[in-house]
């Protein structure tokens, strides 16, 4: 059984965006920190993007400005805004929920998506 559905990977534009976005169960929304992370070809992965319940948005890096997360509770949905896509952007990004309370698993991850930017 699938906990986390990823979409809106795709290819881009160089200064182009895409939504990322990763649905959830209520359980798992709610009682686990969440975030996004990305691997490039060829090197290791990253967390770029994460937020705990009800909390405030962390970014790592140059996504800090550039990235946008966020919680949408009535349909338990992570979203990840990415504004002005760079090359060194390309990736396989995954959505994670992790530290969980009172799930089933303490750590899910999604399937990931392929972001192409060129």
């Known amino acids: 059984h699938v906990q986390l559905v990823e979409s809106g990977g795709g290819s881009v534009q160089v200064g182009g965006s895409l939504r990322l976005s990763c649905a959830a169960s209520a359980a798992i929304f709610s009682g686990c920190k969440m975030g996004w992370y990305r691997q490039p070809p060829g090197k290791e992965g990253e967390l770029i993007a994460k937020?705990?319940?009800?909390?405030?948005?962390e970014y790592k890096g140059d996504a800090q400005g550039r990235f946008t997360l966020s919680q949408i509770k009535s349909n338990y949905t992570l979203y990840l805004q990415m504004e002005g896509l760079k090359p060194e952007d390309t990736a396989f990004y995954l959505c994670?929920?992790?530290?969980?309370?009172?799930?089933?698993?303490?750590?899910?991850w999604g399937q990931g998506t392929q972001v192409t930017v060129s």
């Open positions: 994670s929920a992790y530290d969980c309370i009172g799930t089933e698993l303490p750590l899910y």
């Open positions: 937020v705990a319940p009800r909390g405030t948005p």
